[in-house]
């Protein structure tokens, strides 16, 4: 018998109960180690088959939307089932565990491709900025015509490529 066993608790390998080994319904050896049981329901499953009880089991956590805890970054006192946006400041809310799923975010593809269509429409913007700066520019294109061009390519960058900060802008007013 293991002394050191006495002086503590231990746990039943059938049912996961903590068992004083003095106080236990009964005991099994099991290749040189002693296993205590809380009844003896648990000790006759357990000389039945010991293997199956002894072996870890894993079962997969299936994370899905419906599970998942998520929460935002910026005030983790949010926390929610599922997807979606803070209700204070409007951010998308992250997983709070993360999982081996990798699938695409919605929100990055969508600000990237928000930040390539405003770059392609600021580059002219640019351009007529710093040509302004020559002197003979103004002989090629007139100043007012350059501001309403500058005007019309920066309309949709600031309206379009600037919605969802408008968006959580007004969403942390509320």
């Keep these: ?18 068992v004083s080994p003095e106080m236990s319904a009964g005991k099994y050896d099991f290749k ?8 003896a329901s648990c000790l006759k499953k357990f000389e ?26 910026m005030h983790p006192q949010i926390v929610q089932i599922g997807p979606g946006t803070c209700p204070i400041c409007g951010m998308a809310l992250e997983p709070k565990v993360v999982s081996l799923d990798d699938k695409p975010d919605a929100e990055l593809a969508n600000m990237t491709r928000r930040f390539w269509v405003c770059l392609v429409l600021t ?35 600031v309206l379009w490529g600037g919605f969802p900060f408008f968006e959580r802008g007004f969403a942390s007013i509320k």
């Design 123 to 157: 580059l002219p913007v640019f351009a007529l900025a710093m040509l302004e700066m020559l002197p003979s520019f103004s002989q090629i294109i007139s100043p007012q015509i350059s501001l309403w061009i500058q005007f019309i390519f920066t309309l949709p960058v």
């Design 48 to 73: 039945q088959n010991p293997e199956s009880y002894l072996q870890p089991t894993i079962k997969p956590v299936i994370n899905t939307s419906e599970n998942v805890e998520y929460t935002c970054p």
């Design 32 to 39: 040189d180690k002693t296993y205590y049981f809380c009844s």
């Design 1 to 18: 018998m293991d002394n050191t066993a006495t002086a503590m608790q231990v746990k039943d390998p059938v049912c996961g109960m903590t």
